[in-house]
C-alpha cells in the first residue's frame, strides 16, 4: 500500500508543478514557467504534456534549437502515421525556426493536410519552401493563407509579394503592393518589397522613395538601408548610396551584397570622376568585392571584379574570376569576352581568339565583342578577317569611333589608302582631338608622297600627344623632304631636352622603385622588420613623393597595424595635403577600422580633389 501512497503523492506533486507552470506562463512570468516545466519532467519523465509545453514555451521565446532538444527524441519514437497533428506542428515549427527548412516541410504538410487551418504552421511551411527556393509552392501557401485568414494578417501578403518578386512576376507583385500599402501604409516592409519591385524595374527614384517610407514606418534592418544604396547608386548619387550601404554594414557587417554594391558604386563614381584616366577608387573597389566573395561566392560578383581588375590592368587576375562566372549559363557570354580580353594583354592571342568564339557560340552579339575581336585580329596581323570583324561592329553602330578607326588602320596595311583616309576622316569630324587619329592619318599621307599633308597632321597629333616619341621623328623626316630645316633642328633640340630632363627623374625613379620592391620582396618573405627599414629609406630618399607614404599605409594595413597605417598616412599629408593616393589609401584604412565616418570623409576628400584637378 505505500507505493500506491508514493504514486498518489508523485501525481499530486505533478498536477500541482504543472498548474504553477501554466499560471506563470499566462502571467508571462517565462522564466518561472520553465523552471515550472522542468521539474515537471524531473517528476514524471514519461509524460509528454510537460514536454510539449516546453518545447512550446521555447518556440515562443525564440528558442527554437531547445525547443527542438526536446521534441525531437520525442516524435522520432512515434510512427509517422500515428503523430498527431499538434505533434507534427510543434515539430514542424521547431524545425523551420531552426533553418533546417528542408525537414519542416513534411512534418508541416502532414499536419495541415488534417487541419488545414492551422495558421501558424501554415506561414511557416511557406516560409520554409521560399528559404528553399521553392518559390511556386510557397506562393500557393501564401494564397491559401490570404483565403483562411482575415486579410488584416498581413504575413501572408507580404510573404507572396516577395515571391512573387522572384518569380519575376512583377505586375502581380506591384498591383498586390499598391492594395497592402493603401490599406496599411504604416506597414514597413510592405513599402519596402514596393522599392524591390521598383528596383526590377529599373523605376530607381520610386524604389529610392518607398524604401525611404520603409524606413520612416520602422522598418530600420539592413535590408532597407541596402536596398537605399542600391536605388541611389543606380541613380549615379554615389555619395548617399555609400552613406546608406554603410549603415546596412553597421547593422549586419557581414552582408556580402552590401560589400558587392559599395565596390561596384565606388568604381563607377571613380569612373565618371576621372574618365580616361586612372580610377581613384579602382582598388579600394578590388578589396570590397573580393570581401564580397570571400563572404557569398557569386558569379556575378566574380564577373564584376573581373571587369574592375580589367579595367585596372590587373590582367592576370581577371582570368579566374571570369572564368567563375562563365559556370552560369546567362552570364556566359560577358565572361568570356572579359577572358578574352585578359589573354589579349597578356599577349595570349590564340586563347583570347578561342573565348571570342566561345562569347560568340554562347549568344554575346554586341559592337563591343566584335571591336575587341577584330583589333585582336589586328594585332594578328590577318587584315582581311579584322576588316570583316569590324563591319560587324558598324552593322550594329555606324559611329563606332574605335572601329571606325580601326578599320583606317587595316585598309593602311592592306594598302588601300583612300579608304583608309575616310575611315580617319570620319573619326577625326567626330573626335577632333584624336591624337592617334591625325596619327594614322599622317602614316596614309607620308606613303602616298604627300609631305605637306603628312607634317600638318603629325604636327597636329603632336599639340594633341607630347608624349609621343615616334611623332618627333616622323615629323622631322617630313619637314626635312620640304626643306624646313630649321623647324626639324628646333624640334629635335626640343625632344633632346624632353629626354634629358627625362632621364634625370628616371634615375631617381629606379633608386626609389629598388627600394620599394626590395621592401615588397622582403614583406612577402615576411622579414619585417628589413622591409620596414627598406620603406623608410625609401620615405627619407623621396620625403616629398606620395609613394614610400602608400606602401608603408599598405605594409601596416596588411599586417593589421591600423593605428600605424594611419599615422604614416597624416604624415604624408601633412606634406602633401591633396594628394589624391594618400587619401585612397586612407579610406582603406578607415574601411579596416570599422569608421563610416572617416571613410566618409576620405570619399568626399577624394572627389573634391578629382574636381578640382579638372
Same mark, same amino acid.
Given at each position: 500500500?505505500?507505493?500506491?501512497?508514493?504514486?498518489?503523492?508523485?501525481?499530486?506533486?505533478?498536477?500541482?508543478?504543472?498548474?504553477?507552470?501554466?499560471?506563470?506562463?499566462?502571467?508571462?512570468?517565462?522564466?518561472?514557467?520553465?523552471?515550472?516545466?522542468?521539474?515537471?519532467?524531473?517528476?514524471?519523465?514519461?509524460?509528454?504534456?510537460?514536454?510539449?509545453?516546453?518545447?512550446?514555451?521555447?518556440?515562443?521565446?525564440?528558442?527554437?534549437?531547445?525547443?527542438?532538444?526536446?521534441?525531437?527524441?520525442?516524435?522520432?519514437?512515434?510512427?509517422?502515421?500515428?503523430?498527431?497533428?499538434?505533434?507534427?506542428?510543434?515539430?514542424?515549427?521547431?524545425?523551420?525556426?531552426? !533553418?533546417?527548412?528542408?525537414?519542416?516541410?513534411?512534418?508541416?504538410?502532414?499536419?495541415?493536410?488534417?487541419?488545414?487551418?492551422?495558421?501558424?504552421?501554415?506561414?511557416?511551411?511557406?516560409?520554409?519552401?521560399?528559404?528553399?527556393?521553392?518559390?511556386?509552392?510557397?506562393?500557393?501557401?501564401?494564397?491559401?493563407?490570404?483565403?483562411?485568414?482575415?486579410?488584416?494578417?498581413?504575413?501572408?501578403?507580404?510573404?507572396?509579394?516577395?515571391?512573387?518578386?522572384?518569380?519575376?512576376?512583377?505586375?502581380?507583385?506591384?498591383?498586390?503592393?499598391?492594395?497592402?500599402?493603401?490599406?496599411?501604409?504604416?506597414? !514597413?516592409?510592405?513599402?519596402?518589397?514596393?522599392?524591390?519591385?521598383?528596383?526590377?524595374?529599373?523605376?530607381?527614384?520610386?524604389?529610392?522613395?518607398?524604401?525611404?517610407?520603409?524606413?520612416?514606418?520602422?522598418?530600420?534592418?539592413?535590408?532597407?538601408?541596402?536596398?537605399?544604396?542600391?536605388? #541611389?547608386?543606380?541613380?549615379?548619387?554615389?555619395?548617399?548610396?555609400?552613406?546608406?550601404?554603410?549603415?546596412?554594414?553597421?547593422?549586419?557587417?557581414?552582408?556580402?551584397?552590401? $560589400?558587392?554594391?559599395?565596390?561596384?558604386?565606388?568604381?563607377?563614381?571613380?569612373?565618371?570622376?576621372?574618365?580616361?584616366?586612372?580610377?581613384?577608387?579602382?582598388?579600394?573597389?578590388?578589396?570590397?568585392?573580393?570581401?564580397?566573395?570571400?563572404?557569398?561566392?557569386?558569379?556575378?560578383? *566574380?564577373?564584376?571584379?573581373?571587369?574592375?581588375?580589367?579595367?585596372?590592368?590587373?590582367?592576370?587576375?581577371?582570368?579566374?574570376?571570369?572564368?567563375?562566372?562563365?559556370?552560369?549559363?546567362?552570364?556566359?557570354?560577358? &565572361?568570356?569576352?572579359?577572358?578574352?580580353?585578359?589573354?589579349?594583354?597578356?599577349?595570349?592571342?590564340?586563347?583570347?581568339?578561342?573565348?571570342?568564339?566561345?562569347?560568340?557560340?554562347?549568344? &554575346?552579339?554586341?559592337?563591343?565583342?566584335? $571591336?575587341?575581336?577584330?583589333?585582336?585580329?589586328?594585332?594578328?596581323?590577318?587584315?582581311?578577317?579584322?576588316?570583316?570583324?569590324?563591319?560587324?561592329?558598324?552593322?550594329?553602330?555606324?559611329?563606332?569611333?574605335? *572601329?571606325?578607326?580601326?578599320?583606317?588602320?587595316? $585598309?593602311?596595311?592592306?594598302?588601300? $589608302?583612300?579608304?583608309?583616309?575616310?575611315?580617319? !576622316?570620319?573619326?577625326?569630324?567626330?573626335?577632333?582631338?584624336?591624337?592617334?587619329?591625325?596619327?594614322?592619318?599622317?602614316?596614309?599621307?607620308?606613303?602616298?608622297?604627300?609631305?605637306?599633308?603628312?607634317? &600638318?597632321?603629325?604636327?597636329? +597629333?603632336?599639340?594633341?600627344?607630347?608624349?609621343?616619341?615616334?611623332?618627333?621623328?616622323?615629323?622631322? +623626316?617630313?619637314?626635312?623632304?620640304?626643306?624646313?630645316?630649321?623647324?626639324?633642328?628646333?624640334? #629635335?633640340?626640343?625632344?633632346?631636352?624632353?629626354?634629358?630632363?627625362?632621364?634625370?627623374?628616371?634615375?631617381?625613379?629606379?633608386?626609389?622603385?629598388?627600394?620599394?620592391?626590395?621592401?615588397? &620582396?622582403?614583406?612577402?618573405?615576411?622579414?619585417?622588420?628589413?622591409?620596414?627599414?627598406?620603406?623608410?629609406?625609401?620615405?627619407?630618399?623621396?620625403?616629398?613623393?606620395?609613394?614610400?607614404?602608400?606602401?608603408?599605409?599598405?605594409?601596416?594595413?596588411?599586417?593589421?597595424?591600423?593605428?600605424?597605417?594611419?599615422?604614416?598616412?597624416?604624415?604624408?599629408?601633412?606634406?602633401?595635403?591633396?594628394?589624391?593616393?594618400?587619401?585612397?589609401?586612407?579610406?582603406?584604412?578607415?574601411?579596416?577600422?570599422?569608421?563610416?565616418?572617416?571613410?566618409?570623409?576620405?570619399?568626399?576628400?577624394?572627389?573634391?580633389?578629382?574636381?578640382?584637378?579638372?
Amino acid at each position: 500500500m505505500q507505493w500506491l501512497f508514493a504514486i498518489a503523492l508523485a501525481i499530486q506533486s505533478w498536477d500541482a508543478t504543472l498548474a504553477r507552470g501554466l499560471e506563470a506562463l499566462e502571467a508571462g512570468r517565462m522564466g518561472e514557467a520553465e523552471q515550472a516545466f522542468r521539474e515537471a519532467i524531473d517528476i514524471a519523465p514519461d509524460e509528454v504534456q510537460a514536454k510539449m509545453l516546453l518545447t512550446n514555451l521555447f518556440l515562443n521565446t525564440e528558442r527554437p534549437e531547445r525547443a527542438l532538444e526536446i521534441i525531437e527524441p520525442l516524435i522520432q519514437g512515434v510512427p509517422k502515421a500515428d503523430r498527431s497533428p499538434t505533434a507534427n506542428t510543434v515539430y514542424g515549427l521547431a524545425l523551420a525556426q531552426s !533553418g533546417r527548412h528542408a525537414d519542416a516541410v513534411a512534418p508541416l504538410r502532414a499536419a495541415l493536410a488534417v487541419q488545414p487551418r492551422r495558421a501558424k504552421a501554415l506561414f511557416n511551411l511557406g516560409r520554409s519552401l521560399q528559404a528553399l527556393e521553392r518559390f511556386d509552392e510557397a506562393a500557393e501557401v501564401y494564397r491559401k493563407g490570404l483565403a483562411f485568414l482575415p486579410p488584416e494578417n498581413i504575413r501572408f501578403a507580404l510573404g507572396l509579394a516577395r515571391c512573387q518578386v522572384r518569380l519575376s512576376q512583377l505586375d502581380e507583385a506591384r498591383a498586390h503592393l499598391d492594395d497592402l500599402v493603401a490599406k496599411h501604409p504604416e506597414v !514597413g516592409r510592405a513599402w519596402l518589397l514596393r522599392g524591390i519591385v521598383a528596383f526590377e524595374e529599373e523605376r530607381y527614384r520610386e524604389s529610392a522613395d518607398d524604401v525611404l517610407r520603409a524606413l520612416e514606418n520602422g522598418y530600420q534592418l539592413a535590408e532597407s538601408d541596402l536596398r537605399l544604396g542600391m536605388a #541611389l547608386g543606380r541613380l549615379g548619387e554615389y555619395e548617399e548610396a555609400q552613406r546608406a550601404l554603410d549603415r546596412a554594414l553597421e547593422k549586419e557587417p557581414d552582408l556580402a551584397t552590401a $560589400h558587392y554594391f559599395k565596390g561596384l558604386f565606388l568604381f563607377q563614381e571613380g569612373e565618371t570622376l576621372a574618365p580616361g584616366s586612372a580610377n581613384p577608387f579602382g582598388l579600394h573597389a578590388v578589396r570590397l568585392l573580393e570581401r564580397s566573395l570571400e563572404l557569398a561566392p557569386n558569379p556575378k560578383t *566574380s564577373l564584376a571584379l573581373a571587369e574592375v581588375e580589367l579595367r585596372l590592368r590587373l590582367h592576370a587576375q581577371v582570368v579566374e574570376s571570369a572564368r567563375d562566372g562563365a559556370t552560369v549559363p546567362e552570364l556566359a557570354p560577358r &565572361a568570356y569576352h572579359l577572358m578574352a580580353l585578359a589573354h589579349h594583354e597578356l599577349l595570349e592571342y590564340e586563347p583570347a581568339e578561342a573565348a571570342y568564339e566561345r562569347a560568340a557560340e554562347a549568344g &554575346a552579339d554586341s559592337a563591343e565583342l566584335y $571591336h575587341d575581336w577584330g583589333n585582336l585580329l589586328s594585332v594578328m596581323g590577318r587584315w582581311d578577317e579584322a576588316k570583316a570583324v569590324l563591319h560587324k561592329v558598324l552593322e550594329r553602330n555606324p559611329d563606332f569611333v574605335g *572601329s571606325l578607326l580601326q578599320l583606317g588602320v587595316v $585598309h593602311l596595311n592592306l594598302r588601300e $589608302h583612300e579608304t583608309a583616309l575616310d575611315y580617319l !576622316g570620319r573619326v577625326i569630324a567626330m573626335a577632333p582631338d584624336n591624337a592617334e587619329a591625325w596619327y594614322q592619318k599622317g602614316v596614309v599621307e607620308s606613303r602616298q608622297n604627300d609631305p605637306a599633308a603628312a607634317a &600638318a597632321s603629325w604636327q597636329r +597629333a603632336l599639340e594633341l600627344d607630347p608624349e609621343q616619341t615616334r611623332l618627333y621623328y616622323r615629323l622631322g +623626316a617630313e619637314l626635312v623632304k620640304l626643306g624646313r630645316l630649321d623647324e626639324r633642328n628646333a624640334l #629635335l633640340e626640343e625632344f633632346a631636352e624632353r629626354e634629358r630632363r627625362s632621364e634625370l627623374a628616371a634615375q631617381r625613379s629606379e633608386q626609389l622603385l629598388n627600394l620599394l620592391n626590395g621592401a615588397v &620582396a622582403a614583406s612577402e618573405a615576411e622579414d619585417d622588420d628589413r622591409a620596414l627599414a627598406l620603406l623608410n629609406a625609401a620615405k627619407n630618399l623621396a620625403p616629398d613623393d606620395p609613394l614610400p607614404y602608400v606602401y608603408l599605409g599598405d605594409f601596416y594595413l596588411s599586417r593589421d597595424r591600423l593605428d600605424d597605417a594611419k599615422r604614416v598616412l597624416d604624415e604624408g599629408l601633412v606634406r602633401m595635403p591633396n594628394e589624391l593616393s594618400l587619401y585612397q589609401t586612407m579610406l582603406s584604412v578607415h574601411t579596416a577600422r570599422g569608421d563610416a565616418g572617416a571613410a566618409d570623409e576620405a570619399r568626399s576628400r577624394i572627389r573634391k580633389i578629382i574636381k578640382g584637378a579638372e
